[in-house]
């Protein structure tokens, strides 16, 4: 393929997967397989590492993230973000309604819209480009989190058509969809962290993150509710949205009632008590309804206060919440030992289902409430899956109630619990002897993520460890089928597939294994880190504290587990036990693999006599480094070929970092 050939080819494959994302995401419509789509995807990827030349900020390979923000540069807004009226009484809304009325002194049409509940963002477009995506901070200026904003796939890169104007800015909403949101917690629950408060904070929190590539994998979503520009293009705020649909932007859909137009007091309270009553079938959460003057001259007219417009109003739902009956509570034990309490409830209807069980946290969270032996509690229900207990009516208290006292004793094992300095949870220490614990244990180190053995579930262990047969995850891998077939609706073809699991499971790599073993903080990433840095199980066990701290991103908590875990002689034994059975504890290095570039953040720029662009990419990669797409404060070196991109150049020497070229290269990893 020549230089203009591949260009030209770069070109297409753009257009073709904006497209492609846009009728996806925006308009539901895809008319490509997943799978036709990454493949695309993956030829412009390795077109772009052909031809540096031809890089553009605003590719849709951008789109996965990889970009590194250390400091998000504070911008100032060209149009303040101002904030919104709200009141939470339907008066007040009338009032307010009455009052702009008798300003005007004309009729007026509305439009209701949602108060999505996320992190607001003004995206400002150029010729038709995304050129800065920023927070609303103080209103006045704001944050610039442009490379996060990219990994999101509603928001358009390059506009659709020609309709817009030259330059504009579109407001909107970043919100976490709700699905997305429950999965993410489970996890992190299952990997013995704190879950995420909740969806909103959860969304503000991720648009700072510094690793694009974590963004891109978390369920963000946008609604966009606001066009600014010079030129004033439309008559009304209505018209302006259906316009920005064309060009390619989520906005509110009017055939899902998200967004509609009001003639009168009567038909916005329709708006209201509609979504009072549906709110909770919605994939996102909303905290109200945004009442809007449609037109653009009125709203002119009405102008604005110091703070927010008069054409504006949010009125806001009341969290929902029910009184019920304490009954009882459980204290649940995962499978690193800690504990959660867990209120058991007369069973009572909130926002559309039977509420049952509320969560109360921590030993503190229950002392703050002063929560009392069935007490009457006030439940609400957020994006989380179960609702919590917000506070108390004492007004329905019984004079003789005693005031809940925290169990001291694991409920399962009877023994006694542990509260770490720092910690908000309390755990049972009995890790070898506590039946939820030992059975957890079990179920992770067989997860998908995990050993992924074939053929076994949770199901499966529960039996197996109440009939003896297993006590630890070493155990597995001396089952025999015969032990197995007397189980519980166990035929020969189920018990055979459970051998064959485990007996396959022995190839799984070292990564994998040392997440399996369960070790609290060492999630999938961790667990992948600590294997690359030290390569074999041995060198990891015999790491100190402040050796495992040097590791990139590995802090002084997960520090203290790993060399807590290997200080045990238990923990020690298994792991031996493990190895002789043929696990993977160590690295499989590909020939030529050495540690020269250990640490080191590099970015590629150029065409290389040598080497393909490819190939110095699996170069890093194979020496210990880490390839990354542009030049940030996190890059350690540049090398640099033919062609070198001048915007790289000049960023590298504002920030002084080192460029090599081809021939250092080689010479550093030979
Ligand atoms: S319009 C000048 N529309 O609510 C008016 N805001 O409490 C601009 N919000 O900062 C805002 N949904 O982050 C508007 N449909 C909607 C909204 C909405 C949520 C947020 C927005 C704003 C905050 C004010």
Redesign the pocket.
Known sequence: MTKEQAREKMEVLRKELDEHNHRYYILDDPAISDYEFDQKLAELQKLEEEHPEFDDPLSPTRRVGGDITKDFPTVKHKYP????S?TYSREELEDFLNRIAKLLGEDMEFVC?????G??VGITYREGKLLRAVT?GDGSQGDDITTNIKTIKSIPLQLQGNSYPEEFEI?G?IFMLLEGFNKMNEERVAEGLEPFANPRNTASGTLKMQDSSVVAARPLDS?L??VLSEERLFENHHDSMLKAREWGFRI?YPEKKYIAKAQNISEIFDFINYWEEHRNELPFEIDGV?V?VNSYAQQERLGTTAK??RW?I?YKYKAEQVATRLNSISYQVGRTGAITPVANLEPVLLAGTTVKRASLHNKDQIEKLGLHENDYVFVEKGGEIIPKVVGIDLKQRQPEAKAIQYITHCPECNTQLIREEGEALHYCPNESGCPPQVKGRIQHFISRKAMDIEGMGSETIELLVNEGLIENYADLYDLQKDQLLPLERMAEKSAQNIIDGIEASKQVPFEKVLFALGIRYVGETVAKKLARHFETIEALMKASEEELVNVDEIGQRIAESVTGFFSEEANRLLTERLKNKGLQFEVVKEEGASNALEGLTIVISGNFERYSRTEIKELIEKHGGKNTGSVSGKTDLIVAGEGMGPSKRKKAEELGVKIIDEHEFARMIS
């Open positions: 973000m101002m904030s919104l709200n819209e949602l108060k999505y509940d992190a607001a609303r407001r909403e609604f509710y606001f509110p945004v809007k927010a417009p504006a949010a």
